[in-house]
């Protein structure tokens, strides 16, 4: 995870010190390696999964969340479509066709940027992963946002997507 106001360089350890950044203002500086250390923070993909028949979506409950979207971390070295045909396997052992983005918000309570993305499954039939996902259910679209988490970050994506106001 990030932190909003680093204090020690990521590289050497060394305490950084304010200075003002022609750009930016007032950033944090590495004097020993000479360098701008910004806030570093995390970057995850959430994903709107439709059933092959367009007509239903992909509603999971996970950890103890009920009513969420397939999520999942960027590896290193990873691109975003990468990250969601991974997630979606990982998670439902579903392969997934027609990736595309959807939006994107800073989740606060993770230090994370969350990457929103639609995509087709290819087959319908469903293979948690245990360790993963808890349940999960195909929703009608008409359906899908009072599925959803009410005031959730994926139900804001839903929404989004949908055209749908709150």
Same mark, same amino acid.
């Given at each position: 995870?990030?932190?909003?106001?680093?204090?020690?360089?990521?590289?050497? &350890?060394?305490? @950084? +010190?304010?200075?003002?950044? !022609? #750009?930016?203002?007032? =950033?944090?500086?590495?004097? *020993?390696?000479?360098?701008?250390?910004?806030?570093?923070?995390?970057?995850?993909?959430?994903?709107?999964?439709?059933?092959?028949?367009?007509?239903?979506?992909?509603?999971?409950?996970?950890?103890?969340?009920?009513?969420?979207?397939?999520?999942?971390?960027?590896?290193? &070295?990873?691109? @975003? +479509?990468?990250?969601?045909? !991974? #997630?979606?396997?990982? =998670?439902?052992?579903?392969? *997934?066709?027609?990736?595309?983005?959807?939006?994107?918000?800073?989740?606060?309570?993770?230090?994370?940027?969350?990457?929103?993305?639609?995509?087709?499954?290819?087959?319908?039939?469903?293979?948690?992963?245990?360790?993963?996902?808890?349940?999960?259910?195909?929703?009608?679209?008409?359906?899908? +946002?009072?599925?959803?988490?009410?005031?959730?970050?994926?139900?804001?994506?839903?929404?989004?997507?949908?055209?749908?106001?709150?």
């Amino acid at each position: 995870m990030g932190d909003a106001n680093p204090r020690y360089c990521h590289v050497c &350890g060394t305490r @950084l +010190v304010m200075r003002d950044q !022609r #750009e930016d203002g007032q =950033e944090p500086w590495c004097p *020993v390696c000479g360098a701008w250390r910004y806030p570093r923070f995390s970057c995850a993909v959430s994903v709107i999964v439709y059933h092959p028949d367009g007509r239903r979506v992909l509603v999971i409950d996970q950890y103890g969340k009920r009513g969420i979207l397939v999520a999942g971390y960027v590896a290193r &070295g990873e691109d @975003l +479509v990468s990250t969601v045909v !991974r #997630e979606v396997s990982e =998670e439902t052992g579903l392969a *997934v066709r027609d990736v595309r983005f959807n939006a994107s918000e800073f989740y606060e309570p993770s230090d994370t940027l969350m990457v929103n993305f639609t995509c087709r499954a290819t087959l319908d039939e469903l293979r948690l992963n245990p360790g993963e996902v808890d349940t999960a259910r195909w929703v009608a679209v008409d359906e899908v +946002v009072d599925a959803m988490r009410p005031g959730s970050l994926a139900q804001r994506f839903v929404r989004l997507h949908l055209g749908v106001g709150e």
